[in-house]
């Protein structure tokens, strides 16, 4: 099933944001889709519709976010529907040399969702940082989901 949701998009360099339908895909295997409660603005937002990170247009921005995972895929054990999460920006492997070392802020190999949210006519967009928090459901990797106590 693909969850229809409206999303904070920017589709050019220095253009306003617009709101829009996003279609989210069902999780697919290390994925986790979460119902986002609250997401910070940030700075970096900014950056992006300026396109000063890349030019990689249409955005789904922001990025730092919490909420509850609505859905996971196959093989992911680290969280479970109804948790409640904040969202990281950098999913660590736990196994590059980096990792190994206890240094994961050095991890070589991060990961991000593998599946793309959409626009409704097909439209990829690039999540800010991974994320793309700015709408009612996003897609992640679930290695992006830190469980923490709601209260």
């Known amino acids: 099933m693909t969850y229809e949701v409206r999303g904070v998009v920017a589709r050019g360099k220095g253009a306003p944001v617009?709101?829009?339908?996003?279609l989210v895909p069902d999780p697919g295997p290390g994925e986790a889709v979460v119902?986002?409660?609250?997401?910070?603005?940030c700075h970096t937002d900014l950056h992006y519709r300026e396109g000063g990170i890349n030019d990689e247009f249409p955005f789904l921005l922001g990025h730092e976010a919490a909420g509850t995972v609505a859905a996971v895929g196959d093989g992911v054990t680290d969280v479970a529907v109804g948790d409640f999460v904040v969202l990281n920006w950098?999913?660590?492997?736990?196994?590059?040399?980096?990792?190994r070392q206890g240094r994961l802020?050095?991890?070589?190999?991060?990961?991000?969702?593998t599946q793309?949210?959409?626009?409704?006519?097909g439209t990829?967009?690039?999540?800010?940082?991974?994320?793309?928090?700015?709408?009612e459901?996003?897609?992640?990797?679930?290695?992006?989901c830190t469980k923490v106590d709601p209260e």
């Open 105 to 113: 802020h050095y991890c070589f190999d991060t990961h991000n969702a």
């Open 35 to 41: 119902d986002v409660q609250a997401c910070g603005v």
């Open 124 to 135: 990829e967009l690039s999540p800010a940082l991974g994320i793309g928090a700015f709408v």
């Open 137 to 144: 459901k996003t897609l992640v990797h679930s290695g992006q």
């Open 116 to 121: 793309q949210m959409t626009l409704a006519d």
């Open 18 to 22: 617009s709101v829009e339908t996003v």
């Open 90 to 99: 950098r999913a660590v492997c736990g196994q590059c040399r980096a990792c």
